[in-house]
Antibody
């Protein structure tokens, strides 16, 4: 049974950097592709970025190169780093496993990140 | 890349069928057969219910079906159950090499 659990600070100040971790159980993470998706309050889902099993990444251009996704195979974790946070980045952040073109099959329950001073 | 367009809400009685539309452009739905649908209950993780326009993952009820015509994809839920009350999100791969999502549709079972 594959399970994903996001964790992070909950509250971030404007201009700071967000660091989130997705802990994966039930399988080796290095064999699969992983994505980060977020949902701002009252809005739809938004693709943040994706990391392929070969380490290649792609990101939503609307983030203006602020995002970095990495894999820590030793600890079975996927990380998201988002710099220069603003109120517009307030959202529930999800990690997911799947194919960027075909869909994400496994998701975490998400973690709420609020950007406020 | 603009978000896909979905109706904000759809409602119907138990046993009825509903169809949720998801409208995109020739840069996404119109070009790629990579449309997926997700069901999201409050406080729970999203669940993939349709991928590649028409395919259901293992374990997903046959009451859920997907289709596509031109720039518009559709999700049909037949024999509506109270447990189907949830938010539904569509997604499509795009010519910018990343997926775009719709705004989500709240399904209410009357």
């Amino acid at each position: 049974q594959v399970q994903l659990q996001e964790s992070g600070p909950g509250l971030v100040k404007p201009s700071e950097t967000l660091s989130l971790t997705c802990s994966v159980s039930g399988g080796s993470i290095s064999r699969y592709d992983w994505g980060w998706i977020r949902q701002p309050p009252g809005k739809g889902l938004q693709f943040i970025g994706h990391i392929f099993s070969n380490g290649t990444t792609n990101y939503n251009p609307s983030l203006n190169s602020r995002g970095t996704i990495s894999v820590d195979s030793a600890n079975n974790q996927i990380s998201l780093r988002l710099t220069s946070m603003t109120a517009a980045d307030t959202a529930i952040y999800y990690c997911a496993r799947g194919l960027v073109w075909s869909g994400y099959y496994y998701w975490g329950r998400g973690t709420l990140v609020t950007v406020s001073s | 890349q603009s978000a896909l367009t979905q109706p904000a809400s759809v409602s119907a009685s138990p046993g009825q069928s509903i169809t949720i539309s998801c409208t995109g452009t020739s840069s996404d739905i119109g070009t790629y057969n990579f449309v997926s649908w997700y069901q999201k209950h409050p406080g729970k993780a999203p669940q993939l219910i349709i991928y590649e326009v028409t395919n259901r993952p293992s374990g997903v009820s046959r009451r859920f079906s997907g289709s596509k015509s031109g720039n518009t994809a559709s999700l049909t839920i037949s024999g509506l159950l109270t447990e189907d009350e949830a938010d539904y999100h569509c997604s499509s791969y795009t010519n910018s090499d990343f997926p775009v999502f719709g705004g989500g549709t709240k399904v209410t079972v009357l």
